[in-house]
Each structure stands twice: as C-alpha cells, then as structure tokens.
C-alpha cells in the first residue's frame, strides 16, 4: 500500500555533506512514524535517526548525534536525512522506514518498521 523511495546518496569526500529524501507514495492519508537506518557492507543495518508523526520528536544513534538531521514535511509526504561532516564509516547503504503503528511517538528497532525503501548508497572518501 505505500512505497518508500529514497534519493540523494552518492559519493563525497569525508567532511563534506548530503541531503537525502524518501518520498512514500500509495497510501499516503495517514501519517507515520519515520526513520533512516543504515547498512555498511558485513555489517547489520542499524538504526541512524527517527522522527515522530508530528516531526517534532526526534532520536538518533549516538555514532551521527549532532552531525545528523532529520526532519519531514507532511504535507509532500516526504522525510529528510540531511548528513553533515560526513565520515568514511558513514559509508552504507541508507534505508528510509515507516511505521504505522499507534500508541508509540518513536521506534530505533528495525522490527517495529513495516515499510521500506530500496536504499540509496552514500560513499564517503578518505
């Protein structure tokens, strides 16, 4: 029922910056509790931030804490990872995810998300 669709990665060197953006079709009337995860080669996918249904709550992983900013605009249903001093160990593929769950504000456990993107590779040069 809704398709998430991310853009914006690509390659850049280490302290640079990137914006990326999931836009969800289908779906759409409700709202959702949003999150970008991530997924370095030979490693698990983690939880990088995520953002309440009102765009107002926040959490990120401690590894992007203050480098990291995610936000959301409803109205083009549409959810932002601007990434900022970028690392070589920021390299991963980054995963948008939706949660339509009620009761809850946020969620960091990649089970809690039912809906997700393909992914877009971010490359970060030494």
């Known amino acids: 029922q809704v398709q998430l669709v991310e853009s914006g990665g690509g390659t850049v060197q280490a302290g640079g910056s990137l914006r990326l953006s999931c836009v969800a079709f289908g779906r759409t009337e409700n709202t959702y509790i949003m999150a970008w995860f991530r997924q370095a080669p030979g490693k698990e996918r983690e939880f990088a931030a995520t953002?309440?249904?009102?765009?107002?709550?926040?959490s990120y992983a401690d590894s992007v804490k203050g480098r990291f900013t995610i936000s959301r605009d409803s109205a083009k249903n549409t959810v932002y990872l601007q990434m900022n001093s970028l690392k070589p160990e920021d390299t991963a593929v980054y995963y948008c995810?939706?949660?339509?769950?009620?009761?809850?504000?946020?969620?960091?456990?990649?089970?809690?998300?039912?809906?997700w993107g393909q992914g877009t590779q971010v490359t970060v040069s030494s």
């Open positions: 995810a939706a949660d339509r769950r009620i009761g809850v504000a946020l969620s960091t456990t990649r089970g809690d998300y039912e809906y």
């Open positions: 953002i309440s249904r009102s765009g107002i709550i926040t």
